[in-house]
C-alpha cells in the first residue's frame, strides 16, 4: 500500500499509554475539535502525543452502515468520529469513538498484516461478539503514528468499523474513513503579492474508493476502486484546486487486482477559507475499462499543516452494477 509517511520510530506516546494513560483528551477550551498546526511540527503525531483529540469535522468523515442480516447496506449521515489517546481510568493505547461509544485499543488488539507489519487495531469481543477496527492509511505504520513525531504527516487517514447489537439481535457495523490532522489556520495559506502574484502549490499522493452492495447482494463483497497517482495543484492566487487520479486499478470479489486505463478529473473548485468541495467525473477510458459503471462523484478536502504541506479529504462515487446501485466510501490524500 503506497503511503506518504516518515520512517522514523519512537515509542512516546505507547510509554504514556500502556499502562493506562493520565492524559484527559480533549481540551476545555476547544469545543469544536479542530485542531491547528500553528508552527512547523505540529504534526498529527505531535498533537496526538500531547492529548490533543482530533474530531471528524464536516465533510472529513464517510459513512455506510450495514446490516448483515438483513443482507442491505446504508450511505448514512457522517458519523460523530473522534480520535484520541485513553483518558485517565482507560487502558491502552488508543480510543475511538463512534456515535459516542468509545472503544479503548490496546497492544493485544494489534493487528499485523501479511507483510508482517501493523497498521492498526481489530478485536471482537468474546462475550458480546461487538467488533471493532481502527487502520491508520497514511502516516506509516502503527508505532509511527504513535510516536509524537514532528517530522511526520499533518494529517491521518483512519479506516474505521464499529459493529454492535442494534438492540434486537441484529449487528449494525457501522464503517468509513476518518480523515484528520493539524488543520492550517485562517491565515497560512499562500498570498499573492506583487513580486509573486499567483502563487501555487502541487501535491502528489494516492486515493482508495471502497464499493459494497446495497441490498439483496452479499454484503461481505467489497470491492475497491485505488489511484496509485493523485496529483493536485491549488492556485492561491485564484484561490481554486483542481486534479487528477490516475494509475488506477480495481479488486474484485475475490479480491483480485487488475489495472486499469483511464483517470478521474477533481474538478476545478473554489478554497474556502482552507477547505474546498468539488466534483469527481471518471474520463471515457475508465468508463469502459471498468468493471462497474462509474457516475458523478465528489470530493471534499482540507490543506493541514502550518502553510498548507498537506491536502486530505473524502470521497464519494456513484456506481452500479449491473444496473444495481452500489455504496462507497473513499478517501484522497496527498503532500508537497
Avoid at 483517470?263 to 469502459?288: Q, R, V, W
Avoid at 482540507?302 to 464519494?316: I, R
Amino acid at each position: 500500500m503506497k503511503r506518504i509517511s516518515i520512517g522514523i520510530t519512537c515509542l512516546s506516546a505507547l510509554a504514556l499509554t500502556a499502562c493506562g494513560s493520565s492524559n484527559t483528551g480533549s481540551r476545555s477550551d476547544n469545543p469544536t475539535g479542530k485542531v491547528f498546526a500553528e508552527a512547523v511540527g505540529e504534526t498529527f503525531s505531535k498533537k496526538l502525543d500531547e492529548g490533543e483529540t482530533f474530531t471528524g469535522q464536516d465533510g472529513m468523515v464517510t459513512s455506510v452502515e450495514v446490516d448483515y442480516d438483513a443482507r442491505t447496506s446504508t450511505k448514512t449521515a457522517a458519523h460523530s468520529a473522534k480520535i484520541r489517546l485513553p483518558n485517565a481510568g482507560e487502558t491502552g493505547e488508543l480510543a475511538m469513538e463512534i456515535d459516542g461509544v468509545t472503544r479503548v485499543f490496546t497492544t493485544a488488539d494489534r493487528d499485523p498484516s501479511s507483510d508482517g507489519k501493523t497498521y492498526g487495531y481489530n478485536v471482537r469481543d468474546a462475550v458480546t461478539n461487538d467488533r471493532d477496527f481502527l487502520y491508520a492509511w497514511s502516516g506509516g505504520e502503527l508505532d509511527d503514528v504513535l510516536s509524537g513525531d514532528p517530522n511526520s504527516n499533518y494529517h491521518q487517514v483512519w479506516h474505521y468499523g464499529s459493529s454492535k447489537d442494534d438492540g434486537t439481535g441484529a449487528f449494525i457495523d457501522k464503517k468509513g474513513y476518518l480523515v484528520v490532522g493539524s488543520e492550517t489556520p485562517d491565515g497560512g495559506l499562500p498570498a499573492g503579492s506583487v513580486i509573486a502574484p499567483n502563487p501555487m502549490a502541487s501535491y502528489g499522493g494516492y486515493a482508495n474508493i471502497y464499493i459494497i452492495s446495497k441490498d439483496g447482494a452479499d454484503p461481505y463483497t467489497e470491492n475497491r476502486l485505488e489511484s496509485r497517482d493523485v496529483q493536485m495543484t491549488a492556485d492561491f492566487g485564484a484561490g481554486t484546486i483542481a486534479g487528477t487520479m490516475s494509475d488506477m486499478r480495481f479488486r474484485d470479489d475475490d479480491e483480485n487486482w487488475s489495472d486499469l486505463n483511464g483517470s478521474i478529473a477533481m474538478g476545478e473548485t473554489a478554497i474556502t477559507g482552507t477547505g474546498f468541495a468539488g466534483n469527481l467525473t471518471a474520463d471515457g477510458d475508465l468508463m469502459a475499462a471498468a468493471p462497474v459503471t462509474l457516475g458523478a462523484g465528489s470530493f471534499t478536502g482540507q490543506f493541514f499543516g502550518p502553510t498548507g504541506e498537506n491536502v486530505a479529504g473524502t470521497l464519494e462515487m456513484g456506481v452500479t452494477d449491473g444496473g444495481v446501485a452500489r455504496n462507497t466510501y473513499g478517501f484522497f490524500n496527498a503532500g508537497k
